[in-house]
Every structure is written in structure tokens, then in C-alpha cells.
């Protein structure tokens, strides 16, 4: 039973707080400034306002705000306890308190050799023998021990999974590739429509693929009717041999009976635990994808890179804690600026799946309306996530960043040294990353518009406004290590907001009620009769009715 109203002992409702009224005027005073102005009058701002950690050197110098904004905003992180509850997690407290669980994602990737109690129980030495039974499967399938039922080498890796169980192994995968076992074929499946699967398998042989049941309930619509397809599709390889399951079906789960129930030899079950929340549980069974396509050596460097953002983020001093910085410069555009997304954009093709994860990793953490003592909030919270890597967007929406009504923070990501360093290639993307967040940050005036030779009738159309803000992160090369702490990163920033906005940041309550409606559409949709279809009246609301019924004339 969870106990109700649930208070935190850490936070309250942020615009109650000393500092945020300290914030508010200090914004009265900033938001007329320019970023111009601002470079001007200190020389050493970029300096200033920039910091470095686990590899990641982050320059928030071209952002609308100084260091008084800056100290201000460390005021209100201390005032909202932020660090104190960070200890809290990393130590396993029930801090999930709507789910009444421990939210220890920290525990999978901790190189400390401490102890970690879940109720007065270490969860390492779990955790240990999970990662020793990942590392014996990845291998034995790398080097081909593992076999199909015919005995063929399984080539063909398919992880089924959505959400946390999808987007996490399939960034990473996109991400690292160059770090790949190229002799295999990594695919992912999630969407319950067909056509995801069709397409997958289309070029696959049933006797060399693999599937990696990924789930943390075993109970997702999505990822059980896909595996039920895949196991119809193998099997028929083998005329319908229940047996051939044992040889190409794996799971990912915290669900033991339920995996059991759907056929999978118990030695194929990889575990975790319910205090992994899905879109945290990369590093657990759900990483065993990456550790066959990667190898086991570079998913531990993966695991490596997360832990010293953790410990970075457990142990520096407010202001020099990047997650905390990060996390404080989101929410100053957020609720005071009242922007209303943000974009990550990635110089790196590698990272194009980056802005996607992190769309459930923050949206699904912040997208929340109620506080933590039940109540709606009367500001704002998470903000929208999206973005695409550059050059690309470029010649897409930059547009409007530049020169639209709307101000978007943005993201610049990149690495100094490119992976794959062909002709110019990567000086030419990285004057651009250069380049945009300048354009963003100075734009250019009238009169540089006119002594640049542009018509006086054109003027207008090719001024810039500039002070767009960005927050340029840059790191030496694209590593499983670098990878990792740069995820690590982002989980803090948006750790640290939940508990500077006064909510809960691990459930996901929101995305309940379209399953339960799927849940009672779906039998509707399955009538296909004409008698049956005649009997649908309105069952639902006009408007839900006319659709289906729309659907049903068409189908
Ligand atoms: O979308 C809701 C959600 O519960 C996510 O939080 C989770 O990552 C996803 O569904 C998949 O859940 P599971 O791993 O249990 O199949």
C-alpha cells in the first residue's frame, strides 16, 4: 500500500522557494540582454562560463545569462536540495514513491566495489552474476558456440522491445557502430504495426537469427504480439519444433513467470530488477544486444564512461557539476524565458538516434503536471526534446531557430576527432557546428546586412537577430566511454529537474490510460462480420465511433 498524500522530505513547490523571487527580478534585469553586449563587456566569459568533466568540455557562455544568473540558480538547487537527493538514489532509497521502488540504475554501472542495500540487501553481487552470464552468452554467440537449432552460426541479432526496451540499444548501437562485430546484423523491432517486423526479417533466414525478447514487464501489447509473430516465423524454418525456441529466443526481464509461460528455456532469461525504471535500463539485461554487437569489453567501457559521470555527479561541487549546471540553465529557459523545447542536435552521424532517447528520457521522466504532494503544478515542467544532427537540420528547420518567433535553446554536440576521417569531411561539419551557434549567438545587424552589399529593400529579410542561445559540448572522440558519460549526463540534467520542478521523475502514469482504451477498442476492431460490424453503435463517443466505423467500411 502506498501511503497518500506523497510528500518528499527534499522539495516544494520551486516559485515558493527564497530564490526563485530572487530569480525573478534578476530576469526582469536579463532578458533584455545581448549576447553582443555580453562578450563585450566580459572578456572572459566564454572562460568563465565554461566547465569540464569525464572528458566533456561544456561552454554555456553563449546562453542568456551571467554568472551572477548562474549562482543564483546553484541558490535555488541548494534551497531545492538537488545533490542531497541525489545521495538518496545512489544509495537506494525509495525515491519512486508513486511505484514505491528504488530508482538504482547507478547500481548496474558502479566500478566502486561498495555495497549497494535494497532493504538491507546488496544488489551487486546480482547485478555481478548478471553482467558474468551476459558476458559467457554475448561470447559464445560471437563466436558462433551459440548455435540455431540446425546448428547454423546465428548471424542475425533481433532485440524486440519498445520504449526503454528499444531506444536505448538501438541509439547505442547506431552510435558505436564503428566499434561493431561487422560479421553481425544487428536489427531492431518495436512497432506493433507489421510492416516493422515484415521489413526486418525480409532479408533474414530464421536458422541464423537470434531473437532477444526485451521487456521489463514481459506484458507490452507491443513487444509480445511481435514476439509471438517471430516465433511463428522461425518456427515454420522447423516445421512447427517447439524445441527450436531454446535456440533462437532470449529474454530481457524482470517478469520470470511470464517469459517461462511464453516457452523460453529458463537458462535463456537474463534478469533485472524493478527498481531499473525501462528508459534507465540500458546498462542491465536490456544492453545484451550491444554486448553481442559490440563485444563484452566495449560495453563495460560503455559502463565505465556512465560511472564517472555518476561519480562526477554524486561528488563535484555544485558549481562545477555539469548534470546540476545543465539541469539549472534548461529550467531558467523553461520557466522563466517560457521556452518551450529544447533541441539537441548532434554534429556526429553516429548520434542521429540521440535526440530520439532522450524524447523518452526526459519527456516520459518530466512530462508531468502534478507535484509530488498530488497537486497540479502552477508552472511549468519538462520541456518538449527533439532534434536531428547536424548538417542536416540545417537545411531543415534551422530557419526558424534563426529567425523565427519562437526561442529554442539548443544542444551542439560534437567530437574533435572524426571516426572516419575521409578528405575534409570533418572540417567542413565541424565550421559548421562552429559556425551556427555563432550565427545563433552575435546574428548580424542592419547595417552588417548593408555593408555586406545586400539591397536596402532586402535588409529586413537578412537580419539576425542573434542572442539564440546554445550550449556547445564537446569531447575528443565518439568512445563507448565518452558515450556512456555523455548519456550519464543527460539522465542527471534530467534527474536533477525533477526534483528542482517538485515531481516525480521515474513513473509514467501518463501513458496508461491509450492502453487501457487500445484494450477495450481492439475487441471492436475484431468483429468483422457484417452483423457484427452492423451492432457497433455508439460505443465509444461520436467521433471515435465514426472513425471506426469508417475503418470497418474500408478494411
Ligand atoms: O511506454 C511505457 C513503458 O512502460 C516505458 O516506460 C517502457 O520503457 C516501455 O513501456 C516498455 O516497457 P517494457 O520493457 O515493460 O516492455
Redesign the pocket.
Known amino acids: 500500500m502506498i501511503p497518500f498524500p506523497i510528500h518528499s522530505k527534499f522539495t516544494m513547490n520551486p516559485t515558493k522557494t527564497k530564490t526563485w523571487s530572487l530569480l525573478e527580478a534578476h530576469f526582469l534585469e536579463m532578458k533584455a540582454l545581448t549576447l553582443r553586449e555580453q562578450f563585450l563587456l566580459n572578456e572572459s566569459r566564454a572562460k568563465d562560463l565554461s566547465y569540464e568533466a569525464c572528458g566533456w568540455f561544456v561552454d554555456f557562455s553563449k546562453n542568456l545569462l551571467t554568472t551572477e544568473t548562474i549562482d543564483l540558480l546553484l541558490d535555488f538547487a541548494a534551497e531545492q536540495n538537488v545533490l542531497e537527493e541525489a545521495k538518496a538514489m545512489f544509495s537506494g532509497e525509495v525515491i519512486n514513491k508513486t511505484e514505491n521502488r528504488s530508482v538504482l540504475h547507478t547500481a548496474l554501472r558502479s566500478f566502486s566495489g561498495e555495497p549497494v542495500l535494497v532493504d538491507g540487501q546488496d544488489v551487486m553481487p546480482d547485478i555481478e552474476a548478471t553482467l558474468g552470464k551476459m558476458e559467457a552468452f554475448a561470447t559464445s554467440v560471437i563466436q558462433g558456440e551459440f548455435q540455431g537449432f540446425s546448428g547454423k552460426r546465428l548471424t542475425n541479432i533481433v532485440n524486440i522491445?519498445?520504449?526503454?526496451?528499444?531506444?536505448g540499444p538501438k541509439m547505442v548501437y547506431e552510435a558505436l557502430k564503428f566499434y561493431s562485430h561487422r560479421d553481425l546484423n544487428l536489427s531492431f523491432i518495436s512497432n506493433v504495426d507489421a510492416t516493422h517486423l515484415a521489413e526486418e526479417l525480409l532479408s533474414f533466414d530464421p536458422e541464423t537469427t537470434l531473437f532477444l525478447i526485451?521487456?521489463?514487464?514481459?506484458?507490452?501489447q507491443?513487444?509480445?504480439t511481435n514476439a509471438q509473430s517471430c516465433k511463428d516465423w522461425c518456427l515454420q524454418a522447423y516445421d512447427g519444433d517447439e524445441k527450436a525456441v531454446a535456440s533462437h529466443f532470449v529474454a530481457l526481464?524482470?517478469?520470470i513467470a511470464k517469459v517461462q509461460e511464453f516457452g523460453i528455456d529458463p537458462a535463456n532469461i537474463f534478469g533485472f530488477w524493478d527498481w531499473v525504471?525501462?528508459?534507465y535500463?540500458l546498462t542491465s539485461a536490456?544492453g545484451l544486444s550491444l554486448m553481442i554487437a559490440l563485444g563484452v569489453e566495449n560495453f563495460h567501457e560503455l559502463r565505465k564512461g556512465f560511472y564517472e559521470m555518476d561519480q562526477h555527479f554524486i561528488s563535484a561541487p555544485p558549481k562545477q557539476n555539469l548534470p546540476l549546471l545543465m539541469a539549472l540553465v534548461g529550467l531558467w529557459y523553461n520557466n522563466f524565458f517560457k521556452c518551450e523545447s529544447l533541441a539537441i542536435l548532434p554534429y556526429d552521424q553516429y548520434l542521429h538516434r540521440f535526440p530520439a532517447y532522450f524524447q523518452?528520457g526526459d519527456m516520459?521522466s518530466n512530462g508531468k503536471g502534478v507535484d509530488r504532494q498530488g497537486n497540479p503544478v502552477d508552472y511549468e515542467t519538462g520541456p518538449i526534446i527533439w532534434g536531428e544532427p547536424g548538417t542536416n537540420g540545417q537545411h531543415a528547420f534551422y530557419q526558424l531557430i534563426h529567425q523565427g518567433t519562437k526561442l529554442v535553446p539548443c544542444d551542439f554536440i560534437a567530437f574533435a576527432k572524426s571516426l572516419n576521417p575521409v578528405a575534409d569531411h570533418h572540417e567542413k561539419l565541424m565550421s559548421n557546428f562552429f559556425a551556427q551557434s555563432r550565427a545563433l549567438a552575435f546574428g548580424r545587424t542592419a547595417e552588417e546586412a548593408r555593408a555586406a552589399g545586400t539591397q536596402e529593400d532586402l535588409v529586413p529579410f537578412k537580419v539576425f537577430s542573434g542572442s539564440r542561445p546554445t550550449t556547445a559540448l564537446l569531447a575528443e572522440k565518439l568512445t563507448p566511454n565518452s558515450l556512456g558519460s555523455l548519456i550519464a549526463l543527460y539522465e542527471h540534467k534530467v534527474f536533477a529537474q525533477g526534483v528542482l520542478w517538485n515531481i516525480y521523475s521515474f513513473d509514467?502514469w501518463g501513458?496508461?490510460l491509450g492502453?487501457e482504451l487500445a484494450g477495450e477498442i481492439l475487441p471492436v476492431l475484431k468483429n468483422s462480420t457484417t452483423q457484427q460490424k452492423a451492432t457497433i453503435k455508439q460505443s465509444f463517443d461520436t467521433s471515435t465511433d465514426q472513425l471506426i466505423k469508417k475503418y470497418q467500411d474500408w478494411k
Do not use: P, W
Not at 522491445?161 to 531506444?167: C, K, T
Not at 526485451?214 to 507490452?220: D, M, P, R, V, Y
Open positions: 522491445g519498445i520504449g526503454g526496451s528499444d531506444l526485451a521487456s521489463k514487464t514481459f506484458t507490452t507491443e513487444t509480445m526481464s524482470t517478469n525504471g525501462g528508459r535500463s536490456i523518452q516520459e509514467q501513458v496508461e492502453k
